[in-house]
């Protein structure tokens, strides 16, 4: 029975591609007004659940239920205007520019009645404002650096107005200072704003720094729901990662680091040298 307790829900879900399962019954409630990260070994089924989420994959059993209907029965002009989707590689027509990029974020709102109007270009703005790149409106996407480019996309699914962003590896390509950028202004935006945010990440320190929440997936199954503390542990990292690490405290965040162990340059193990 469908309640409306949560704002976005997968409820005995199975998804996969052809005649692959990659994700077999599993349900998951996503904490509304928090960031949360799915992270997992490659294949697991992280960005699939993603794709979900945000009804660009349908489940071929169960549902994923917005605000307490299932989303497969709204319309997709509908779902657009309270869930702003970033893919992992996004793609935009040459020559495009940022500005035009980020205008596209309003067709949601478009229809033969309502035309292009003074307050989408005022959300336009806010959107590059947001991110801080109003300054690069006029450059192309082909222009702009890697973190620039991010946030193109993000000011994109900001101008959609949705209060729920899903972010497929936004650090993708992205070099650690970029990385750092991209989701400091992810960060930023849920702080200020109330978004929730629903992202997948790779870099699991950075996913433990960002998140107040995570989602560990193995196989296609939910292992642990949490935060970084309650959950991070030596343990669970060789048990879903094959993971062989310590787990120290970040002398920065005050949150869990892994340091990864492996067989050369360990201290007290033979041929070691410093």
Not at 165 to 176: G, K, M, Q, V
Request: glycine share 8%.
């Amino acid at each position: 029975m469908t309640t409306t307790s949560h704002r976005l829900a997968a409820e005995d879900v199975s998804l996969g591609y052809g005649d692959r399962v990659i994700v077999d019954n599993l349900s998951v409630t996503i904490a509304p007004g928090v960031v949360t990260t799915v992270i997992g070994p490659n294949g697991c089924g992280k960005s699939t659940l993603l794709k979900s989420l945000g009804r660009l994959l349908r489940p071929r059993d169960g549902q994923v239920v917005l605000d307490g209907k299932a989303i497969s029965s709204l319309k997709t002009k509908d779902v657009a205007r309270v869930i702003g989707m970033l893919p992992q590689t996004p793609i935009a027509p040459e020559g495009l520019t940022v500005a035009d990029l980020v205008a596209r974020g309003r067709h949601p709102h478009q229809s033969w009645l309502r035309q292009w109007s003074a307050d989408d270009e005022a959300e336009v703005a806010a959107a590059l404002a947001q991110t801080g790149i109003a300054d690069l409106a006029d450059r192309t996407l082909d222009e702009l650096s890697g973190g620039q480019r991010q946030r193109a996309w993000i000011s994109m699914a900001l101008a959609q107005g949705t209060d729920i962003l899903l972010l497929d590896e936004p650090t993708t390509y992205l070099d650690l200072a970029h990385s750092l950028e991209v989701l400091d202004l992810v960060d930023q935006l849920h702080a200020d704003y109330g978004r929730t945010v629903v992202m997948v990440l790779h870099d699991l320190n950075l996913a433990i720094r960002y998140s107040d929440q995570l989602i560990v997936m193995a196989q296609g199954r939910i292992v642990a729901q949490g935060s970084p503390t309650e959950i991070i542990t030596a343990e669970l990292l060789a048990e879903v990662f094959g993971l062989d690490a310590t787990v120290l405290t970040d002398p920065v965040s005050d949150r869990p680091m892994i340091i990864p162990i492996g067989r050369r340059h360990v201290r007290g193990a033979v041929g070691y040298e410093q």
